[in-house]
C-alpha cells in the first residue's frame, strides 16, 4: 500500500519536474510552440494552394510523428541505461542522417497508405499502417484544422524533446530519472494538447 503511494507520489513529481521544464522552455526565444507556428506559417506560404498545403501538412505531421516516436526510443533507452545517457545522446545525434532517410521512406509509404484509403499492395511499413489508419477519415474529409492541430501538435512536441535530450539531459544528468516511458507519454499528451489549444487561436 505504502510502496504504491510512493510509486504513485514520484509519478506526480515526474509530471510536475517535466510540467516546469516545457513551461520554462516556453519562455526561451526560440520555444517550442512558437518555432512550430513558424514552421507552420513557412508552409503555408510557400504552398501554391489550398490542395498542396492540405497534402504536405499530412506528410510533414506523419514525418513529424515517426521522428517523436524515435525521440521516445532513445528516452526508453536512456531510462534503461542511464549510466550510458550521455553516450546514448551522442550516438543519436551521429546517426541523424541516417534516421532522417527512415522516416522519409516511412513517410511516403504511410501516406500512400492514408491517399488509398487503406489499401496496401505491400510496402516496408505495412505492419504500422494500423498507426496511421486513423487519419483516413479526417483526410477523406478535407479536414484542414485536424492536420493543422496535428502539425502545430507534433512540431512542438518535436522541439521540446529535441531540448530536453540535447540540452537538458547533458547538462543535468539527475534528469534521466524523468525518462520513463509512462512519463514521457504523459509530457507529449501534456504539450500536445497546449499546442492544439493554441492552435485553434489561428
Known sequence: MF??????????????????VFFELEEFEDAPLKMALASYENLKAGTKSTEDFFYYLIEDSIFTSLYATFYERIFMAINQHPERALELVESFSADADEREQVIATQTQQHLAFVE??????????????????????????????????????????????????????????KLVKLTAPSLMQNWRELIYNYAKLKAREL
Not at 135 to 157: A, P, R, S
Open 3 to 20: 510502496s504504491k503511494f510512493k510509486q504513485k507520489s514520484q509519478f506526480d513529481l515526474g509530471k510536475q519536474e517535466l510540467a516546469k
Open 116 to 173: 488509398n484509403y487503406g489499401m496496401c499492395s505491400g510496402c516496408g511499413s505495412c505492419e504500422y499502417h494500423q498507426d496511421v489508419a486513423e487519419l483516413i477519415v479526417y483526410y477523406q474529409k478535407g479536414d484542414i484544422d485536424f492536420f493543422t492541430e496535428l502539425y502545430i501538435g507534433m512540431q512542438t512536441i518535436q522541439f521540446a524533446m529535441e531540448y530536453f535530450l540535447y540540452d537538458y539531459i547533458p547538462s543535468d544528468p
